[in-house]
Protein backbone atom coordinates (compact mmCIF):
# COMPACT_ATOMS: atom_id res chain seq x y z
CA UNK A 1 0.00 0.00 0.00
CA UNK A 2 2.95 2.04 0.77
CA UNK A 3 4.42 1.84 -2.54
CA UNK A 4 0.68 2.65 -4.08
CA UNK A 5 1.04 6.39 -2.53
CA UNK A 6 3.68 7.72 -4.18
CA UNK A 7 2.29 6.13 -7.44
CA UNK A 8 -0.78 7.98 -6.63
CA UNK A 9 0.77 11.36 -5.72
CA UNK A 10 2.68 11.46 -9.09
CA UNK A 11 -0.53 10.32 -10.88
CA UNK A 12 -2.19 13.68 -8.91
CA UNK A 13 0.55 15.94 -9.99
CA UNK A 14 0.48 15.12 -13.78
CA UNK A 15 -3.66 15.38 -13.60
CA UNK A 16 -3.11 18.76 -11.76
CA UNK A 17 -0.12 19.84 -14.62
CA UNK A 18 -2.46 19.16 -17.08
CA UNK A 19 -5.51 21.20 -15.92
CA UNK A 20 -3.68 24.09 -14.93
CA UNK A 21 -1.59 24.36 -18.28
CA UNK A 22 -4.95 23.94 -19.97
CA UNK A 23 -7.07 26.46 -18.08
CA UNK A 24 -4.05 28.36 -18.66
CA UNK A 25 -4.16 28.14 -22.64
CA UNK A 26 -7.95 28.52 -22.43
CA UNK A 27 -7.97 31.70 -20.57
CA UNK A 28 -4.89 33.13 -22.79
CA UNK A 29 -7.33 32.30 -26.12
CA UNK A 30 -10.25 33.64 -24.39
CA UNK A 31 -7.92 37.10 -24.15
CA UNK A 32 -7.16 37.20 -27.69
CA UNK A 33 -10.91 37.88 -28.42
CA UNK A 34 -10.43 41.16 -26.40
CA UNK A 35 -9.09 43.35 -28.99
CA UNK A 36 -9.10 46.48 -26.69
CA UNK A 37 -8.74 46.74 -22.75
CA UNK A 38 -8.98 49.96 -22.38
CA UNK A 39 -8.63 49.54 -18.69
CA UNK A 40 -6.23 47.80 -18.42
CA UNK A 41 -8.26 44.46 -16.76
CA UNK A 42 -6.34 41.86 -18.43
CA UNK A 43 -2.50 43.85 -17.53
CA UNK A 44 -1.94 40.45 -15.28
CA UNK A 45 -2.75 37.59 -18.02
CA UNK A 46 0.02 37.03 -19.62
CA UNK A 47 1.64 32.92 -19.57
CA UNK A 48 4.81 34.77 -17.81
CA UNK A 49 2.08 34.90 -14.37
CA UNK A 50 0.88 31.26 -14.72
CA UNK A 51 -1.74 31.92 -11.50
CA UNK A 52 -4.53 32.60 -13.34
CA UNK A 53 -6.61 31.90 -10.19
CA UNK A 54 -4.97 35.58 -9.21
CA UNK A 55 -5.91 37.17 -12.57
CA UNK A 56 -8.09 39.88 -12.57
CA UNK A 57 -12.12 38.42 -13.08
CA UNK A 58 -11.07 35.12 -12.46
CA UNK A 59 -12.74 32.87 -9.67
CA UNK A 60 -11.13 29.64 -8.59
CA UNK A 61 -12.41 26.54 -6.79
CA UNK A 62 -11.49 23.21 -5.81
CA UNK A 63 -7.85 21.23 -5.14
CA UNK A 64 -7.43 21.66 -9.49
CA UNK A 65 -7.73 25.16 -9.49
CA UNK A 66 -10.84 24.94 -11.55
CA UNK A 67 -11.98 27.82 -13.25
CA UNK A 68 -15.54 28.88 -11.61
CA UNK A 69 -16.20 32.40 -12.60
CA UNK A 70 -15.45 35.21 -15.18
CA UNK A 71 -16.51 38.25 -14.14
CA UNK A 72 -15.59 41.85 -16.42
CA UNK A 73 -18.61 43.92 -15.69
CA UNK A 74 -18.04 46.95 -17.30
CA UNK A 75 -14.74 46.42 -17.94
CA UNK A 76 -14.87 48.73 -21.34
CA UNK A 77 -13.45 45.51 -23.39
CA UNK A 78 -13.93 45.53 -27.27
CA UNK A 79 -13.97 42.77 -29.47
CA UNK A 80 -15.92 39.49 -29.53
CA UNK A 81 -16.78 36.69 -27.25
CA UNK A 82 -14.31 33.42 -27.79
CA UNK A 83 -15.64 30.08 -28.83
CA UNK A 84 -13.07 29.24 -26.41
CA UNK A 85 -15.00 29.80 -23.36
CA UNK A 86 -16.82 26.60 -23.95
CA UNK A 87 -13.93 24.58 -22.86
CA UNK A 88 -14.32 25.91 -19.37
CA UNK A 89 -16.22 23.08 -18.42
CA UNK A 90 -16.58 24.08 -14.55
CA UNK A 91 -17.38 27.73 -15.45
CA UNK A 92 -20.88 28.74 -13.00
CA UNK A 93 -21.04 32.70 -13.36
CA UNK A 94 -20.07 34.48 -16.66
CA UNK A 95 -20.51 38.17 -16.61
CA UNK A 96 -19.44 39.93 -19.68
CA UNK A 97 -22.15 42.77 -19.61
CA UNK A 98 -21.77 46.42 -19.88
CA UNK A 99 -18.62 46.05 -22.38
CA UNK A 100 -18.44 46.37 -26.37
CA UNK A 101 -18.60 43.23 -27.32
CA UNK A 102 -20.23 42.28 -30.27
CA UNK A 103 -20.75 39.74 -32.96
CA UNK A 104 -22.57 36.62 -31.98
CA UNK A 105 -23.10 34.27 -28.95
CA UNK A 106 -20.15 31.19 -29.63
CA UNK A 107 -23.45 28.23 -30.33
CA UNK A 108 -20.36 25.91 -28.54
CA UNK A 109 -21.96 28.02 -24.67
CA UNK A 110 -24.76 25.29 -24.47
CA UNK A 111 -21.63 22.95 -23.72
CA UNK A 112 -20.96 24.70 -20.21
CA UNK A 113 -23.74 22.86 -18.55
CA UNK A 114 -22.62 23.77 -14.90
CA UNK A 115 -23.26 27.59 -15.78
CA UNK A 116 -25.73 28.90 -13.10
CA UNK A 117 -25.44 32.93 -14.22
CA UNK A 118 -24.75 34.13 -17.55
CA UNK A 119 -24.54 37.92 -18.06
CA UNK A 120 -23.93 39.54 -21.68
CA UNK A 121 -26.25 42.69 -21.66
CA UNK A 122 -25.37 45.95 -22.60
CA UNK A 123 -23.27 44.95 -25.10
CA UNK A 124 -23.01 45.16 -29.29
CA UNK A 125 -24.06 41.24 -29.46
CA UNK A 126 -25.97 40.66 -33.00
CA UNK A 127 -27.39 37.65 -34.48
CA UNK A 128 -29.80 34.87 -33.22
CA UNK A 129 -30.44 34.54 -29.39
CA UNK A 130 -29.25 30.76 -29.75
CA UNK A 131 -31.51 27.55 -29.21
CA UNK A 132 -29.01 25.86 -27.96
CA UNK A 133 -29.58 28.24 -24.51
CA UNK A 134 -32.35 25.89 -23.53
CA UNK A 135 -30.32 22.90 -23.12
CA UNK A 136 -28.20 25.14 -20.16
CA UNK A 137 -30.20 23.40 -17.23
CA UNK A 138 -28.25 24.73 -14.37
CA UNK A 139 -28.85 28.54 -15.38
CA UNK A 140 -30.56 30.24 -12.26
CA UNK A 141 -30.18 33.88 -13.95
CA UNK A 142 -29.62 35.11 -17.89
CA UNK A 143 -29.21 38.24 -18.86
CA UNK A 144 -28.75 39.28 -22.13
CA UNK A 145 -30.82 42.50 -23.16
CA UNK A 146 -29.57 45.52 -24.30
CA UNK A 147 -27.97 43.87 -27.65
CA UNK A 148 -28.41 43.78 -31.18
CA UNK A 149 -30.46 40.31 -31.72
CA UNK A 150 -32.58 39.77 -34.53
CA UNK A 151 -34.58 36.90 -33.61
CA UNK A 152 -37.25 35.96 -31.93
CA UNK A 153 -37.19 34.72 -28.30
CA UNK A 154 -36.25 30.95 -29.20
CA UNK A 155 -39.04 28.58 -27.22
CA UNK A 156 -36.27 26.07 -25.68
CA UNK A 157 -35.71 29.36 -23.15
CA UNK A 158 -39.03 27.28 -21.59
CA UNK A 159 -36.82 24.42 -20.87
CA UNK A 160 -34.70 26.18 -18.15
CA UNK A 161 -36.61 24.81 -15.08
CA UNK A 162 -34.18 26.56 -12.81
CA UNK A 163 -34.26 30.09 -14.11
CA UNK A 164 -35.35 32.64 -11.70
CA UNK A 165 -34.49 35.84 -13.31
CA UNK A 166 -35.02 36.52 -16.87
CA UNK A 167 -33.99 39.46 -18.78
CA UNK A 168 -34.11 39.97 -22.74
Not at 27 to 55: A, E, G, H, M
Not at 66 to 80: C, D, T, Y
Not at 129 to 149: A, H, K, M, P, T
Amino acid sequence: MSQLLPLFNVGFLLLFHHTHSTNLQILLDVKTSFIQDPQNVLRNWSDKNPSYCNWTGVTCAGKFSQVVGLNFSGASLIGSISPSISLLRNLIHLDLSSNHLSGPIPSNISTLTSLSTLFMFSNKLFGHILVEIGSLYSLQVLRIGDNRFTSSIPSSIGDLQNLVVLGL
